[in-house]
């Protein structure tokens, strides 16, 4: 495989090589048994984003990252996901790792409902509610008489 060293800003404000963002998850394929679908039930191994009738998920593959390393935010109508882990040793030697996901959340849904939850395998879970919808009510027209 070859490397290039081009460093690209991306969109949480952090450098990645340019083979980084072309293909992030190819040296994970042989060691990643949880893979997510997405909509079009691809295999995605990244993340999984469904906005049905009655709440807004996403599914995160964080499986390097523990709890106490993931933090997460809502503003303006995004939900701001960042994990970070200092340098760690493993079977190859020494790695730091740090993701950020930004997901748009759609106008439809409450951003205040928002809640989050990390299984044992690493996949954070993240839903919110859709905003309730006001019944439509009965309006009153008046009858107008002209003779």
């Known amino acids: 495989m070859m490397f290039s060293i081009t460093p ?32 079009s039930g691809a295999i995605n191994k990244e993340s999984e984003v469904q906005n049905t009738d009655k709440e807004f998920r996403i599914r995160l593959d964080l499986h390097h990252f523990k709890p ?13 996901i960042t994990a970070k882990h200092e340098e760690k040793q493993d079977n190859h030697g020494f790695v730091s790792r740090e993701i950020c996901r930004v ?21 954070l879970s993240i839903k919110a509610a859709k905003l309730a919808l006001e019944a439509p009510k009965e309006t009153a027209i008046p009858v107008e008489f002209k003779g």
């Open 68 to 80: 106490e390393e993931v933090k997460i935010t809502s503003e303006n109508n995004r939900v701001k």
């Open 8 to 39: 690209r800003l991306d969109d949480c404000g952090l450098f990645r090589l340019a083979d980084e963002l072309t293909n992030p998850w190819e040296y994970r394929t042989q060691f990643n048994p949880l893979w997510l679908r997405d909509a």
């Open 103 to 123: 997901y748009k959340l759609p106008e439809d849904v409450d951003p205040k409902s928002v809640t989050s939850t990390m299984n044992s395998q690493g996949v």
